[in-house]
């Protein structure tokens, strides 16, 4: 068809669209470059270390992929060429609405012909910065269209042409969720806007009309936007064609990189939880950078704990052992220090989180049970125990422990029994304190326990519930701390008052402690070059689950905590990993990284503490049992020598009188159908010159009795040969009244 040449037709309409334009009411308020680019925010948050450096980027948008906001000077030239070219060729010349493109498009309409879109860069933006102007799926309507131009328009009179384009680049969509040049060029190039030459310059120009076309079709809008760039010069659109399809299918720009995801995921999860929504002025984002978290960890620190750890790992890789994880607080504050929540690409689970995941903790609940004894006046670190073949009843059969190397060691003093971690002794122990009074003295620590101790039974002794490394390893600082709980953080909040009173007697964690820092104690099992012992002070304890799930090694210093953990998170078994091949070397190596300038003293004593010589009786062979020595004593307890009694068993020359059965909260149900003669409980204990007292009154003498029980709740107390009561256990009596008053009679 032929197409009269009308230029007056063209001006004419051009005016009257200038003029329907400006007959339409400005946008109030519009908004300024300031604060777009203050309203910008990147799809991810910035995980800081104390210091202010950057530790992980974690993707938090989940609806787009936001890199930071990019200054016009720090784009490329040749991407600023090739956008203005693709999109506002006299972007540089015109008011916010192209005049000539826009007679061009609707003389084009009218005749039915292709020509190029008359949306100026300016019309793009402010279609981007207003909702009610973003263009649908079908186009934009009329009435946007015209908001649009006038919105234009007001924008090129109060913004730069650098503004607009710099605003432009850092808003405008490219490819599927990705916004912005900075998580194009991250994603698609694997570079810094700043980076981009003409060939990827073309491309990401040619995304932008056409953001999800396949790449053939982008590769040839790219081709186009390159002879345009590149007037006369010779184009290889096969190569740029290859470039394109790589380009368009890489994401190099992960949605969370780092050194530390799990803690990051972690500190993220308590402010949703504490409900910040809006960031704490120290956590706002600079105008147009990502937001930033500050945590309490060390960089230096954690870098070196994760390297440690998958070194020793990949060592491991013969035993069938391919997780770990690492976590560091500082005694004092309580506060995070390193946290390393797996392997990473060794593991085939990295995004679990085994810093916080429950796992059995073997023999690590052991100090915890030997303070508790220790601080009930049950034992001393010199009282002696049979490390012998035991059948304990329980309600669900015989419980018969055995050690890891499966020999007995005879009596051992306690002190010898905890340092090394030989387990008859710690169900013995777990006798004298009850499974259920263990269990809340372990939730005390912050443990806390899915079950009853009554559910876990003696094998608690030995660790068969579940805990995590993190409330594990605070339970140690517990002991650290002497006696005090305190939660751990890993954020920068101010310190949390120590509590009144310890969970734990402190005389009592004191002595635990250098219990654990004593190397001669733990030769029996460990050897005298074990890697547990450092030249610094430090208290330890390896653990070992059933089956060779776990492994563990926990211990501080004067003012670090460290604990490590080794296995499979599918829960398969280790194979040959000992208590010092498993997790031990990782936590004596990040310890020497701590105390490599600065030193670990022992504590002091608590008050209440009496330090004295103990001598130790023959064993059956005529030497001592052990050698002679200095040890601490709560202030009472202390006694020269300990010594097997005329049976054979531990007991001690004039051993502190305690009650070794029944257990404390023992429930006794009486049956009608036997005689309540025959339904008689049995009452042990240890020491000299004792005397059995039932709900205060005088029942029996001696080390053993027999009572003959009636319904109801009682006190069993034992006191000394001077009539002070020593040792106490409640129980209670279920059954029927004809029995009881039969048993009364």
């Known amino acids: 068809m032929h197409r009269p040449p009308f230029p007056a037709s063209r001006s004419r309409l051009a005016a009257a669209l200038a003029a329907i334009a400006c007959a339409l009411p400005v946008a109030a308020g519009a908004v300024s470059f300031d604060e777009v680019k203050r309203e910008f925010r990147p799809s991810d948050t910035a995980v800081l270390d104390r210091n202010g450096e950057l530790l992980q980027r974690v993707r938090t948008d989940a609806s787009v992929r936001r890199g930071q906001w990019v200054a016009l000077a720090d784009v490329s030239p040749a991407l600023r060429m090739a956008m203005v070219l693709s999109e506002d060729r006299r972007f540089y010349e015109h008011s916010g609405i192209d005049w000539r493109a826009v007679s061009s498009a609707a003389w084009g309409n009218l005749w039915n012909t292709r020509t190029r879109g008359a949306s100026t860069i300016t019309m793009q933006l402010s279609g981007l910065l207003d909702e009610d102007l973003r263009r649908a799926n079908s186009g934009r309507s009329f009435t946007q269209k015209i908001g649009q131009t006038v919105a234009a328009a007001q924008l090129e009179r109060s913004w730069r042409k650098d503004q607009i384009l710099e605003a432009y680049l850092n808003t405008v969509p490219f490819r599927g ?6 998580a194009l060029s991250r994603t698609l190039f694997g570079k810094a806007p700043s980076g981009l030459g003409a060939r990827e310059a073309s491309v990401a120009a040619a995304l932008v009309r056409a953001p999800n076309a396949k790449p053939a079709l982008v590769a040839q809008r790219a081709c186009e936007v390159m002879r345009a760039m590149e007037p006369g010069q010779k184009i290889d659109c096969d190569a740029l064609d290859m470039f394109t399809s790589a380009a368009v299918q890489r994401r190099a720009f992960d949605a969370t990189e780092g050194i530390a995801p799990h803690a990051a995921r972690r500190v993220l999860k308590e402010l949703r939880e504490a409900g910040e929504t809006a960031a704490p002025p120290s956590r706002q984002a600079a105008a147009g950078k990502e937001a930033a978290v500050r945590t309490t960890l060390r960089a230096p620190l954690q870098r070196f704990a994760l390297a440690t750890l998958q070194r020793h790992l990949k060592e491991l890789r013969g035993r069938h052992v391919e997780d770990g994880a690492l976590v560091v607080l500082d005694n004092a504050s309580g506060e995070v220090l390193a946290w390393v929540g797996s392997s990473g690409p060794l593991s085939q689970a990295a995004e679990v989180d085994a810093v916080t995941a429950l796992r059995q903790p073997g023999s690590t609940l052991k100090p915890l049970l030997y303070a508790q004894a220790i601080a009930e006046r049950r034992l001393t670190a010199a009282s002696l125990i049979d490390d012998s073949s035991a059948q304990i009843s329980t309600a669900s059969g015989l419980y018969i422990p055995q050690n890891y190397d499966r020999q007995f060691k005879g009596p051992v003093s306690a002190r010898t029994a905890l340092a090394a971690s030989l387990n008859v002794p710690a169900v013995r122990t777990l006798v004298m304190v009850s499974p259920e009074s ?23 002794a030995l660790g068969s519930a579940e805990v995590s490394l993190l409330s594990l390893a605070n339970a140690y600082r517990m002991l650290a701390n002497g006696g005090r709980y305190g939660p751990p953080t890993l954020m920068a909040r101010p310190p949390v008052p120590a509590p009144a009173a ?9 002595i635990v402690g250098d219990i654990l820092s004593d190397a001669n104690a733990r030769t029996r099992t460990f ?14 304890k390896t653990g070992t689950s059933k089956d060779m799930r776990d492994n563990w090694a926990v211990g501080w210093s004067q003012r670090y905590t460290v604990g490590v953990w080794v296995g499979n998170a599918s829960g398969a078994s280790m194979w040959d990993v000992s208590g010092t091949s498993g997790a031990a070397p990782v936590w004596a190596e990040v310890m020497r990284f701590l105390h490599a300038r600065e030193p670990s ?25 052990e050698a002679a020595r200095s040890e601490w004593f709560l202030q009472g307890t202390e006694q020269p020598l300990f010594a097997l009694d005329s049976a054979g068993t531990a007991a001690g020359a004039g051993a502190a009188p305690r009650i070794t059965a029944p257990a404390d909260g023992t429930i006794i149900a009486l049956d009608p159908d036997i005689p309540p003669l025959h339904q008689r409980v049995r009452f042990e204990s240890e020491g000299r010159g004792v005397q059995w007292r039932i709900d205060g009154k005088l029942f029996a003498r001696g080390n053993s009795a027999q009572w003959l029980p009636w319904p109801g709740r009682h006190v069993i107390e034992l006191a000394d040969a001077t009539g002070k009561v020593v040792d106490q256990r409640k129980l209670e009596v279920r059954g029927a009244g004809v029995v009881a008053k039969s048993a009364r009679r």
């Open 438 to 460: 263990f269990a809340r003295q372990l939730r005390a620590a912050g443990l806390p326990l899915r079950e009853s101790g009554d559910y876990y039974g003696y094998s608690l």
């Open 502 to 510: 310890p969970v734990l007697d402190p005389r009592a964690a004191f």
């Open 527 to 540: 050897g005298l070059d074990s890697i547990l012992s450092t030249r610094f002070w430090t208290a330890v």
């Open 177 to 182: 969720e990705i916004v912005g040049i900075d």
């Open 601 to 625: 003293r022992a504590p002091r004593p608590p008050a209440g503490l009496v330090e004295a010589q103990v001598a130790f009786g023959p064993g059956a062979d005529g030497n001592p049992l």
